[in-house]
């Protein structure tokens, strides 16, 4: 008595198959979400304080007195480092965890300025 599978090429083909269905339907789920929160992001640098904005469907707003930042730092990874992009952190008071501000064009030109903000209002 001789036994019969399934073909084993075509149990991988149906796999992948699956697999890539499965991160199509995913992405059609995710690529809203990553659009409203690129657009629901800003980071203003006005007058007297910096003002943080995120989120999609509850906000959340951050204002920081110049006179209250501490330190400023900028993080790139390799990505970022090749494509010009990077994540700010804003410690201000006690805040051990700062705000951070993610995949911000040109950091290094945005921290600049906001260290010229913070020279002008001591």
């Known amino acids: ?38 657009m629901n992001q800003s980071l203003i640098i006005g007058t007297k304080s910096l003002v943080l904005k995120t989120g999609i469907l509850s906000t959340h707003t951050h204002e920081i007195r110049y006179s209250k930042i501490n330190s400023i730092t900028v993080n790139r990874g390799i990505l970022g480092s090749l494509l010009g992009f990077g994540t700010i952190t804003i410690f201000a008071g006690n805040d051990v965890s700062g705000l951070k501000f ?16 913070i020279e002008k209002n001591p």
Do not use: W
């Open 1 to 38: 008595m001789k036994e019969y599978k399934q073909s084993s090429t075509m149990f991988v083909i149906t796999i992948l198959f699956d697999l890539i269905l499965g991160c199509a339907i995913i992405g059609f789920f995710l690529i809203p979400i990553h659009i409203l929160s690129h």
């Open 102 to 117: 993610k995949n911000l064009d040109s950091p290094d030109k945005v921290k600049r300025e906001i260290d010229e903000m």
